[in-house]
């Protein structure tokens, strides 16, 4: 069993892209945009456009949101390795080893949807009143529905239908919650784990046909592969990505290890990089 001391960074699956410069070239324009709002608030106030300042701010609100969430995800993506694993239980009530979704990544969507619902939600209530309009009780009702639409993502929230996710390891198996999904699998029908290319690090985790289980909880949040395995994608984690591949692809392998998933050992061996 080959060791790695915590302070060294665990090695970045070659499958997995490097480059980030594009993303810091679009985050950079959406940060421009967002203090272009800001000042366009500010140099309008108190004038003849007083009225638009709400729709500035909320612009400037909106780019700002999509930057932050953009730079966990897409930037940032050698997060602290294991802040955040501990200890959980499943669905059962069986102990495990837990490695969190980002929380940033998790509010940073149901607050986006929350001001876009405020911005339709307010452009329905100006042009209601607006004596320009020429058939405003059409167009409050058309933004209105736009701005009820964004409200069901929240709506899904509160009724827990989407959480923050997370990766479960047991001595049984692993459960993968995504935002709106569920995926059970036993290490029994584990086929292979691999890094593989995409849209940022994912790991995929095979399964034999018939051996995992699906449950799909939300609408607008995601759903699970249609090819049987597990799909997790490293740029919402809020650990390591390179952690999650090296803990599934290890306790995949050795099954006389597992059984010191759920306990404070595989949380020290997660900090450790020991894989």
């Not at 499958?15 to 985050?27: F, H, I, M």
């Not at 780019?63 to 955040?84: E, I, K, N, P, Q």
């Not at 837990?98 to 969507?109: D, E, K, N, V």
């Not at 995504?178 to 849209?199: E, I, K, Q």
């Amino acid at each position: 069993m080959s060791s790695t001391r915590s302070s060294e960074p665990l090695p970045w699956p070659l499958e997995w892209p490097t480059g980030r410069a594009r993303w810091y070239l679009s985050l950079g324009w959406l940060t421009l945009l967002a203090l272009v709002s800001f000042a366009c608030a500010a140099v309008v106030r108190g004038g003849r456009f007083d009225p638009a300042v709400k729709y500035f701010l909320l612009f400037g609100l909106v780019f700002a949101v999509v930057v932050l969430v953009g730079y966990d995800s897409r930037v940032r993506t050698r997060r602290g390795r294991a802040r955040g694993v501990r200890t959980a239980t499943d669905l059962t009530g069986r102990p495990g080893t837990l490695l969190p979704y980002s929380w940033l990544g998790f509010a940073g969507p149901v607050l986006l949807t929350v001001l876009m619902a405020l911005l339709f939600g307010l452009a329905a209530y100006d042009l209601g009143r607006s004596p320009e309009v020429v058939a405003p009780t059409a167009a409050a009702a058309v933004f209105g529905l736009a701005g009820l639409f964004f409200l069901i993502y929240p709506a899904q929230v509160l009724a827990r239908r989407i959480v923050r996710g997370w990766l479960l390891l047991t001595p049984e198996g692993i459960e993968h919650r995504g935002w709106g999904f569920r995926s059970r699998l036993g290490w029994d029908g584990v086929r292979l784990v691999t890094p593989v290319a995409g849209d940022g690090p994912r790991v995929w985790v095979g399964a034999y046909d018939n051996r995992i289980e699906h449950q799909r909880l939300a609408w607008l949040s995601g759903r699970p592969p249609r090819e049987p395995g597990l799909l997790v994608e490293g740029r919402v984690l809020g650990v390591d990505p390179v952690l999650a591949y090296r803990m599934l692809d290890f306790y995949a392998a050795r099954p006389g290890l597992r059984a010191e998933l759920g306990t404070p050992a595989a949380v020290r061996r997660a900090q450790a990089g020991d894989f």
